[in-house]
């Protein structure tokens, strides 16, 4: 995985050319071993129902955009506020529009890459009444 070792925005299009290539091994990559996703609002996932969550979406074969809005960077833990979408014609057929602001922790390890803590695509969306 190739990331800017200063530029903590980067690990932002390392993950969609991951995502858009299918790449799901170059996915994990872009996380921490204890990584934590919250592919739902209320649900945060690591290991193997990380993986799972990430592949159901990578299954839609659809192509991601994201584009970072604020980063914050405290030595080496960035805060990353991400706006993103993902919409398109599912393989079955379902029209799909996805979207939100991320809210992401990431910090660099001791090799310099930039990879998430937690992933947090949906950010403060509420959870559904």
């Known amino acids: 995985m190739t990331t800017s070792h200063d530029d903590p925005a980067h690990l ?3 993950f969609l050319a991951a995502f858009n290539d299918g790449d799901a091994a170059a ?3 872009a996380y921490e071993p204890q990584g934590v996703l919250v592919p739902r609002p209320g649900f945060p996932v690591t290991g193997p129902e ?4 990430n592949a159901y979406l990578l299954d839609m074969a659809l192509p991601m955009d994201a584009r970072p809005r604020h980063v914050y960077v405290a030595g080496d833990i960035a805060l990353l506020i991400v706006d993103w979408s993902l919409r398109g014609t599912a393989p079955d057929g379902t029209a799909v529009h996805l979207h939100g602001t991320a809210t992401d922790v990431a910090r660099r390890g001791a090799d310099g890459v930039w990879r998430y803590v937690i992933d947090n695509p949906f950010g403060t969306a509420l959870l559904p009444a």
Not at 50 to 53: E, L
């Open 50 to 53: 990380r993986s799972a969550a």
């Open 27 to 29: 996915l994990e990559q």
């Open 12 to 14: 932002v299009a390392t």
